[in-house]
């Protein structure tokens, strides 16, 4: 009776285990240290109808708590304008404000700064010019690749997020520079859902995928596009997005890394860890996939449990249990 109650303690263990385990968007407790070194603006533009507007605010929220909180971007540094400005800290999303927070960055950057603008939105294209939709009068791409260009930042990302936003690619497109736009053309008109699994990417535990420890701006992309084929999969949906990554200066964006592309994205870093905090990280990766495997041993055992002898069933399980436990014990000292 005692082992039999033992086993059913195990088995309720498991169940809790499992549902508190399910999503892989697990973004660790601790605040990273500050870089100076980075810098960001987010631009949420115009939403149109309530739904959006408030799509859009939380997108802008959830990316900058991300940025400052798990990447080390500088409060002071990461630049929010928005449709509706909560307080004097928050810059309304217009044509003149976007053109003043540019100028400022002018004589705030340093040559070997890295510069990130995200872009949260709606877009439009007219067949001609591709434009971000900002509160009044909106700026066309050749105008953010003028304000780009006067900076004196080398490495620059820009993540567009917004609708039509394919079309930015090309005229964005510079040595050194890498270029994400939530669309592959001007075509795809319709309210993306990139930028929500663009944000799930940058707080996921799996997101590292070569292991290095750090979390690259081309390992955010492919987490993020899969992502994103992946609830048009189970909707049922034709996609009416198509995400593409452009690197290596010749205006062409792709979906996957092929043609010269992703090498610089690849070695741009969101993160700013040492050596000791990036193989902090693998060694946590490491015991992710422990805990996922053993997890996997522990459901199989129970599905054949009518095949296997009492003894033995319970012996297993017994000691699956005890290797998940230590397991967890030290993910929990990690601080995940």
Same mark, same amino acid.
């Given at each position: 009776? =005692?082992?039999?109650?033992?086993?059913?303690?195990?088995?309720?263990?498991?169940?809790?285990?499992?549902?508190?385990?399910?999503?892989?968007?697990?973004?660790?407790?601790?605040?990273?240290?500050?870089?100076?070194? =980075?810098?960001?603006?987010?631009?949420?533009?115009?939403?149109?109808?309530?739904?959006?507007?408030?799509?859009?605010?939380?997108? *802008?929220?959830?990316?900058?708590?991300?940025?400052?909180?798990?990447?080390?971007?500088?409060?002071? =540094?990461?630049?929010?304008?928005?449709?509706?400005?909560?307080?004097?800290? *928050?810059?309304?999303?217009?044509?003149?404000?976007?053109?003043?927070?540019? %100028?400022?960055?002018?004589?705030?950057?340093?040559?070997?700064?890295?510069?990130?603008?995200?872009?949260?939105?709606?877009?439009?294209?007219?067949?001609?010019?591709?434009?971000?939709?900002?509160?009044?009068?909106?700026?066309?791409?050749?105008?953010?690749?003028?304000?780009?260009?006067?900076?004196?930042?080398?490495?620059?990302?820009?993540?567009?997020?917004?609708?039509?936003?394919?079309?930015?690619?090309?005229?964005?497109?510079?040595?050194?520079?890498?270029?994400?736009?939530?669309?592959?053309? %001007?075509?795809?008109?319709?309210?993306?859902?990139?930028?929500?699994?663009?944000?799930?990417?940058?707080?996921?535990?799996?997101?590292?995928?070569?292991?290095?420890?750090?979390?690259?701006?081309?390992?955010?992309?492919?987490?993020?596009?899969?992502? *994103?084929?992946?609830?048009?999969?189970?909707?049922?949906?034709?996609?009416?997005?198509?995400?593409?990554?452009?690197?290596?200066?010749?205006?062409?964006?792709?979906?996957?890394?092929?043609?010269?592309?992703?090498?610089?994205?690849?070695?741009?870093?969101?993160?700013?860890?040492?050596?000791?905090?990036?193989?902090?990280?693998?060694?946590?990766?490491?015991?992710?996939?422990?805990?996922?495997?053993?997890?996997?041993?522990?459901?199989?055992?129970?599905?054949?449990?009518?095949?296997?002898?009492?003894?033995?069933?319970?012996?297993?399980?017994?000691?699956?249990?005890?290797?998940?436990?230590?397991?967890?014990?030290?993910?929990?000292?990690?601080?995940?």
């Amino acid at each position: 009776m =005692k082992v039999r109650f033992s086993v059913t303690v195990l088995i309720s263990l498991l169940l809790s285990l499992s549902a508190s385990a399910q999503t892989s968007v697990t973004p660790r407790s601790q605040i990273a240290q500050i870089d100076q070194n =980075k810098s960001a603006i987010i631009i949420n533009g115009a939403g149109g109808e309530e739904e959006y507007a408030t799509q859009f605010e939380k997108w *802008t929220k959830d990316l900058g708590d991300a940025l400052k909180q798990r990447y080390g971007f500088d409060p002071a =540094k990461v630049k929010i304008l928005t449709e509706k400005p909560a307080d004097a800290s *928050t810059l309304k999303s217009t044509a003149d404000e976007v053109r003043r927070t540019f %100028g400022l960055l002018k004589s705030e950057l340093q040559p070997n700064n890295v510069f990130f603008l995200f872009l949260i939105g709606h877009g439009s294209w007219d067949g001609k010019e591709a434009k971000f939709n900002l509160v009044g009068p909106d700026l066309p791409a050749s105008e953010y690749n003028n304000l780009l260009n006067a900076l004196p930042t080398r490495r620059v990302i820009v993540i567009n997020m917004s609708s039509a936003s394919g079309e930015f690619s090309k005229s964005l497109s510079a040595k050194g520079r890498v270029v994400i736009t939530a669309t592959r053309n %001007g075509q795809e008109t319709n309210a993306t859902h990139f930028p929500g699994f663009f944000i799930d990417a940058l707080n996921a535990a799996d997101v590292d995928t070569d292991q290095d420890g750090h979390i690259s701006v081309l390992e955010a992309f492919v987490y993020a596009n899969r992502l *994103t084929a992946e609830f048009y999969t189970r909707a049922g949906r034709l996609a009416t997005e198509h995400a593409l990554l452009e690197d290596n200066g010749d205006g062409v964006g792709h979906e996957r890394v092929e043609g010269g592309e992703g090498l610089l994205a690849r070695a741009t870093y969101l993160d700013s860890l040492s050596l000791e905090q990036a193989a902090e990280n693998i060694a946590i990766a490491r015991l992710l996939r422990e805990r996922t495997r053993l997890e996997g041993e522990i459901e199989q055992l129970i599905a054949r449990k009518a095949s296997l002898a009492e003894a033995e069933y319970e012996a297993t399980l017994e000691r699956l249990f005890i290797e998940l436990a230590k397991v967890n014990r030290s993910i929990k000292q990690s601080g995940t």
